[in-house]
């Protein structure tokens, strides 16, 4: 993957350097512009699921609050604050990568790659749970709109721990180490917690 | 392969359509692609109006309709299903050029050519999914109207479930396609093309409720997994149309990276747009 | 410049993380009688959420650093996500018959 947004972004000597009105002058786009395009058309498509599934529950409000009373709100909390420190390791890698410190940024995108995996554990000790419940896929709408939406979000963690594992490859030998590549892995990463926010947010809080 | 031509061909002459086309079937090299990239786009457009106009099986009928609904259904399209059937079997055998127009994009890539002949065989495989396996199903039903309901019941599901359902070889192949991409350093598309061949291997997952499912969202007809997804499906295959479009005007037959376009064409590859306007 | 950047991110997973938790009050709000569609609620999950991928978008992913075209994709797919999911919620809820 070679790209042309690795001209425009401020080189990481200079990047200690620059001084405020230059910063204002040095805009970059993180990452390839063409990762950016796919973000937010995936996020279009995850709109229209969102929109779908606020629309059906505007039909039957009481069976989607019934249903929705059987989740554990404190692990869709639990979930998101985790997603949410994946993010924050993701973006703590590219600003070291950056600053040329890659040892570092190796060790926070395994940090990343950490976050992410007890996210997917609880996800799946999560539904598990729910499904010895008997609370599964056709057990309701709700249910239904549940597991789909959150195992297409499974998915797309999924794909993320594949750019993830580029980010890594990327950072471990000085041949490689593409800033523009590493930001293009941390793009997709954060796309999937802030779409998982919103999905915390019609699932687990909505009412 | 010929060496990289640039510049020196003869020009197309001026006149009428039919001289043009005359002109560019004897004596324009890129002759074999531009008929691949014409079959695509007039395929896709016959497809769409065949589906949706002709034998008005898109958007999709409810899975939930009762044996009297289906009978129904099969009844009120008895002509659009025998003669739109008719065409979409005697056309089906153009997606071979279409498959390999594809094909021909990845063996233009620096990657290895086992993208290629691997997106080829997988391809291969699509049009029973794709259309024949609907095709044979509703044109059986509309055969014989007063087949036992039962029998018309189960084509009408046949068709429906192998149409929209998952299909494995169109997910496959989009993912093979999308590594192609991702992999290229001759630029021969956009990476977020890459990305998109992403896009479109999902629709094949978020559809897979459909077997499940009779009515709501995640039904073959759903707003999920029918509507929003076909979005994605309509955006992909302008996406694609218009790209190799493209990349036929840049090609230059050479091996290493295509070049750009260049607003002042050679007077073949202006000919050519002019012809494919 | 980096540390400040580092404790930058810091503070925007702490206030992010503090949000979240902080929606477990939820819960005790509705104390222990059956929950019931509650429109402000709704609307303060859904405001509250967008907010939160807004930071998501300006800290992590620097679109604060990036041109204006991308500031403004970004915050329009937030207005129009938005206008969605609430416009659909208050029609709907209008229209509903239980």
């Not at chain 1, 190796?106 to 499904?131: D, P």
């Not at chain 3, 041109?67 to 209008?94: H, I, K, Q, S």
């Amino acid at each position: 993957m070679t790209s042309s947004a690795d001209a425009a972004r401020p080189q990481a000597g200079e990047g200690r350097a620059l001084s405020q009105e230059t910063r204002e002058a040095g805009r970059f786009v993180p990452g390839q512009p063409d990762m950016w395009a796919f973000v937010l058309f995936e996020s279009m498509v995850f709109a229209g699921y969102f929109t779908v599934y606020v629309i059906r529950r505007t039909r039957s409000p009481e069976l989607f609050l019934r249903s929705q009373a059987k989740l554990s709100l404190a692990v869709g909390v639990f979930n998101t604050v985790v997603l949410l420190a994946s993010s924050w390791s993701a973006a703590r890698c590219v600003q070291l990568a950056r600053a040329r410190s890659y040892s570092s940024a190796h060790t926070h995108a395994l940090l990343t790659m950490f976050f992410g995996s007890v996210f997917l554990v609880s996800k799946v000790l999560e539904w598990s749970r729910e499904i010895h419940q008997g609370l599964g896929f056709t057990a309701s709408e709700f249910f239904s709109f549940y597991y789909f939406l959150t195992g297409i979000h499974f998915l797309h963690l999924l794909i993320g721990f594949v750019a993830l594992g580029i980010v890594v490859h990327q950072l471990r030998s000085p041949e490689r180490r593409s800033q523009a590549i590493i930001e293009t892995g941390a793009t997709y990463w954060h796309t999937i917690d802030y779409l998982w926010v919103l999905i915390f947010a019609l699932l687990y809080v909505m009412r | 392969m010929s060496a990289p031509s640039t510049g020196a061909l003869p020009e197309p002459p001026s006149g009428s359509l039919l001289r043009k086309i005359a002109w560019h079937w004897r004596c324009d090299e890129k002759r074999e692609l531009w008929i691949g990239w014409w079959t695509l786009v007039v395929f896709y457009n016959l497809y769409g109006l065949l589906f949706f106009v002709i034998t008005r099986t898109q958007p999709p009928p409810q899975p939930s309709l009762d044996p009297s609904g289906i009978v129904r259904w099969f009844a009120d399209r008895h002509h659009g299903l025998i003669y739109g059937f008719a065409i979409v079997f005697i056309v089906g055998g153009a997606t071979a050029i279409m498959n390999a127009t594809l094909a021909y994009t990845m063996r233009r890539m620096s990657v290895s050519r086992a993208f290629a002949y691997s997106y080829l065989v997988i391809y291969a495989l699509a049009a029973l999914p794709g259309m024949l396996l609907m095709g044979i199903a509703c044109t059986v039903g509309a055969m014989r109207p007063d087949r036992d309901p039962a029998l018309l019941c189960w084509l009408y599901d046949f068709a429906f479930l192998s149409f929209e359902g998952t299909m494995g070889v169109f997910l496959i192949g989009s993912l093979v396609w999308m590594a192609a991409v991702l992999l290229d350093e001759n630029g021969v598309f956009p990476k977020w093309f890459g990305y998109l061949n992403l896009c479109n291997a999902l629709t094949e997952v978020v559809v897979a409720p459909a077997w499940i499912f009779k009515e709501g969202a995640f039904a073959w007809n759903g707003a999920i997994a029918w509507w929003i997804n076909m979005v994605v499906f309509v955006v992909y295959t302008i996406a694609f149309l218009t790209l190799i479009r493209k990349l036929i005007l840049r090609e230059d037959f050479g091996t290493g990276p295509l070049p750009e376009l260049q607003t002042d064409r050679a007077p073949a590859a202006r000919g050519l747009t002019q012809g494919a306007r | 410049m980096s540390s400040t950047s580092a404790r930058r991110l810091t503070l925007a997973w702490l206030a992010l993380s503090a949000i979240a938790i902080a929606q477990l009050g939820v819960v005790s709000l509705e104390g222990r009688r059956a929950p019931t569609p509650d429109v402000a609620i709704t609307s303060m999950a859904i405001g509250i959420a967008l907010v939160k991928v807004r930071i998501i978008f300006r800290e992590f992913m620097e679109v604060k650093h990036s041109p204006r075209w991308l500031r403004r994709l970004t915050d329009l797919w937030l207005v129009f996500t938005g206008a969605m999911l609430l416009g659909c919620y208050f029609v709907g809820t209008a229209f509903s018959t239980g």
